[in-house]
């Protein structure tokens, strides 16, 4: 058992609280299974928004069983569920929701590693039963206080406590996890992850400090040897950031934070004269990661990209990011005057 062992690391099944954010629209099928087998939570992220949902759900099934090929420690899916602007949930997420759940129901070996499903970007609303149901941990991502409440009150098992600073897709709220994390885990019982801004043991022992019950991370993750589905150059662009050098601007379900390159810029133009498709959003976050194309194409990266500076090997990284949180906290604990 590990030092860190709390009430999350025992209802997920993994050594340390130490888990991968989901990273959509990419493929994270590598990063996923290599956070799992090192002890933490590795996530599938939501391969995209294609035309032909049918061809987006075999998609995130191959990606699936191309985790629980590499490890077989338990992992999670992390899906969207966003709504359009009349209210209406968009047609893959539940394509992808039911993807997933068919997944377990026809793989018996399957159902007993996927075993968390995170939702984000939305209330999961009608989904909170049907995920309970099909004996998944439900794991919700919120950006406030009074969302944390409502998922709670739902049924959800686990929150994430969402900060501004984070990479991707960030709370509409804008509150920094420093003052959301501790009103958050004040207002609810169930256990809560912070997300946005962690990238090493210290971030997970301020967490445990904040009520936490540990972290997820997704910009650390993504500059990592295990990645090599990503095309280096976005790696690069990462390890070459400083601070100041994000950007928030509109995604596809609100506020998402990117590196400021020619793409963010023409975005951010094009927002104040009318706009841009949310295709062609994802299609632009997709170029950055498949071709390269760091200029042109959406780099989705949080604040913390400013303290990453080398590439890590998971498989390492992940009990030494444990071990150090665990010596902070033993160092604090012995300089205390008794």
Not at 185 to 202: I, K, M, N, Q
Not at 322 to 336: N, T, Y
Request: charge should be negative.
């Amino acid at each position: 058992m590990s030092a860190l062992s709390n009430r999350y690391t025992e209802l997920v099944g993994i050594d340390y609280p130490i888990v991968q954010e989901g990273l959509g629209p990419f493929t994270t099928a590598k990063i996923a299974a290599a956070v799992s087998q090192a002890g933490g939570l590795g996530t599938i992220s939501m391969p995209g928004m294609p035309e032909d949902l049918s061809q987006g759900v075999r998609t995130l099934r191959s990606h699936i069983e191309q985790c629980a090929e590499a490890t077989d420690k338990p992992f999670a899916v992390n899906l969207p569920v966003g709504v359009d602007h009349d209210g209406r949930v968009l047609p893959f997420t539940d394509a992808y929701i039911r993807g997933v759940l068919e997944a377990r129901d026809s793989d018996d070996a399957l159902r007993k590693q996927l075993t968390v499903l995170t939702t984000s970007a939305g209330f999961p609303g009608d989904y909170c039963a049907m995920i309970k149901d099909a004996g998944l941990f439900h794991q919700h991502k919120v950006g406030s206080t009074r969302q944390a409440r409502k998922a709670e009150a739902a049924g959800v098992d686990v929150v994430l406590a969402a900060g501004f600073e984070m990479g991707g897709h960030a709370p509409a709220s804008r509150m920094h996890t420093y003052v959301l994390v501790p009103n958050i885990t004040e207002s609810v019982s169930v256990p809560v992850l912070l997300t946005g801004g962690a990238r090493d043991g210290r971030g997970l022992a301020a967490a445990l400090a904040l009520g936490a019950d540990g972290v997820a991370l997704g910009t650390r993750f993504i500059v990592s040897e295990e990645n090599e589905d990503w095309h280096p150059h976005y790696l690069q662009a990462i390890l070459e950031a400083t601070e100041g050098e994000d950007v928030a601007f509109n995604g596809v379900y609100g506020p998402c934070r990117g590196l400021r390159n020619e793409a963010s810029r023409s975005l951010l133009e094009s927002e104040a004269s009318g706009g841009v498709d949310e295709g062609e959003k994802i299609q632009s976050m997709q170029r950055a990661q498949s071709t390269g194309d760091t200029e042109n194409g959406l780099v989705l990266a949080g604040q913390v990209a400013s303290s990453i500076n080398e590439v890590i090997r998971i498989s390492e990284f992940v009990p030494q990011m444990a071990a150090e949180a665990v010596g902070i906290i033993e160092q604090l604990a012995g300089s205390l005057r008794k």
